[in-house]
């Protein structure tokens, strides 16, 4: 699986000169870099080999091949033409195993799913890179522009909660949805004889969350920054975490867990999508063991990670209580967990056996102040993770209810 370092990304090739460049103008981690397109790589007057090195490394960088990209860079060849290269001349000339090459060869196939993003300028410029541009197409905008009934409605509900306005939003993919609470659906044990734990059906309050106590361990990934917070940070209310704007919240079961690493690379490689939205991204851990912080981020994140000493976020989670699972009966006798790990391991993440992996985690996402929990996602079998265009479709609707809510505001403020 590939790193979220800039550094990493990189490597040895014509962009590691232009690193101070792309912190000054914004394009200072690695997937907000990859969505660039023709105009903005001319903004900043990159060359022709620049150009291409980012259009390689964009794809290694999808299909988890980024071990290649320096060489492939080297060879002056650019993607168009190393895709027409034979399965011989990949392997004598790079090196390559036949499985990677099958893996770059398939232009389909990637480890993170395309991003789609709104296009940030109309242009009628052509991008020189035309397989990062079309791969990262803009979203439906007729979704954002057909919800003028939804935006009317919030307009004159104005007060209605997150909780309120979300309960008919439906869950896509054979996920449970219980007003804005979901889950995977349960499998069998052992031919039934074994029960998987019950999972809350209802919401966690607001007023559980609120004022949970955390400890900020990374900062946001750029380039350059330190890999840890340095002086220990004091403990902080929860709230403050998404006081300004909309959060995703991750709670992470084990962060050197191959499920859970999966779970968060997936999930932070859609930060551009995320931050056209407003919302922040931040992972919670319920244990802070220095080295384990220092290999999950920013490899697997790049968000920041905060500490949950109290382990209250996963206890809201589980209903008001943890909710745990033992190895045997929750990963070896259960078949969708297998299955999960198996998602995991095709991604090429790697995996120890430090911490405690028995505390199942799970996803919030929180309206900015007091608006409350939009979406709660429980982890009921180990590895299951929430689908990430649910998630983003949340997030989105988050956005449309936050825009009535400006619309009104100015209408109703006097000129």
Not at 210 to 218: A, D, G
Not at 227 to 250: D, F, G
Not at 267 to 280: E, N, S, T, V, W
């Amino acid at each position: 699986m590939a790193s979220f370092s800039m550094e990493d990304f990189v490597g040895d090739g014509t962009l590691k000169g232009l690193l101070p460049k792309l912190l000054e103008e914004g394009w200072d981690d690695v997937p907000t870099l990859k969505i660039m397109n023709s105009e903005d790589m001319n903004a900043i007057n990159m060359s022709p080999q620049q150009k291409d090195a980012l259009e390689i490394r964009s794809y290694l960088h999808d299909r988890a091949l980024m071990q290649y990209g320096n060489i492939l860079e080297a060879s002056g060849k650019g993607l168009p033409e190393l895709l027409n290269l034979s399965t011989g001349d990949m392997s004598s000339q790079f090196g390559m195993k036949r499985g990677h090459i099958a893996r770059f060869m398939d232009r389909t196939s990637a480890c993170t799913s395309p991003l789609h993003i709104p296009p940030r300028r109309t242009t009628g410029i052509t991008s020189r890179n035309n397989s990062i541009y079309k791969a990262y197409g803009s979203v439906n905008s007729s979704k954002m522009h057909n919800r003028t009934g939804s935006l009317k409605r919030y307009n004159t509900n104005s007060d209605k909660s997150l909780e309120q306005s979300l309960a008919d939003f439906k869950i896509k993919d054979g996920y449970i949805f219980k007003g804005i609470v979901a889950a995977g659906p349960p499998a069998s044990r052992a031919c039934g004889c074994v029960q998987p734990p019950p999972v809350s059906e209802n919401v966690a309050p607001y007023s559980v969350i609120e004022n949970i106590s955390v400890q900020k361990l990374t900062p946001v990934y750029k380039i350059g920054v330190e890999r840890l917070v340095k002086s220990k940070t004091p403990p902080m209310k929860a709230s403050e975490l998404w006081r300004e704007k909309p959060a995703v919240i991750l709670c992470i079961r084990r962060p050197g867990c191959i499920m859970c690493r999966a779970e968060a690379h997936q999930l932070y490689a859609k930060k551009p999508i995320f931050d056209a939205l407003g919302i922040q991204l931040f992972a919670v851990l319920h244990e802070y063991i220095e080295p384990e912080v220092k290999d999950f981020w920013p490899r697997y994140w790049g968000g920041v990670v905060v500490y949950d000493q109290g382990m209250e976020f996963f206890r809201a989670l589980g209903g008001g209580k943890l909710l745990k699972d033992k190895f045997l009966s929750g990963f070896l006798l259960n078949p969708r967990a297998i299955a999960n790990y198996k998602r995991a391991k095709a991604t090429g993440a790697e995996l120890n056996l430090n911490g405690e992996g028995d505390i199942k985690g799970g996803l919030f996402i929180v309206g900015g102040g007091r608006s409350g929990i939009a979406y709660q996602f429980i982890e009921r079998n180990f590895g299951d993770w929430a689908p990430v265009a649910e998630v983003i479709e949340i997030c989105t609707k988050l956005q449309v209810i936050l825009v009535g809510s400006l619309i009104l505001y100015c209408n109703c403020c006097p000129i």
